[in-house]
């Protein structure tokens, strides 16, 4: 996901696409614990990408 791309994104859509990769990122963990996975880069995205998200539902929570 781009920056420009979750700044057009309304809070209740931010915090909902925040919640379903947390929830990726939780059965992602799981997965790998018992068997191998895929693409073990996706473990990077998925962070980087909740980083961002947070990051900019916090600017728009205090900006207003």
Known sequence: MK???IREMSVDDLKA???EL???RFN???RSATESIENPMRFRALRRDIARL?????EKQTNG
């Open 22 to 24: 947390t929830t990726e």
């Open 54 to 58: 947070q990051t900019i539902l916090r």
């Open 17 to 19: 696409k925040l919640e």
């Open 28 to 30: 992602l963990r799981f």
């Open 3 to 5: 920056a420009n791309e």
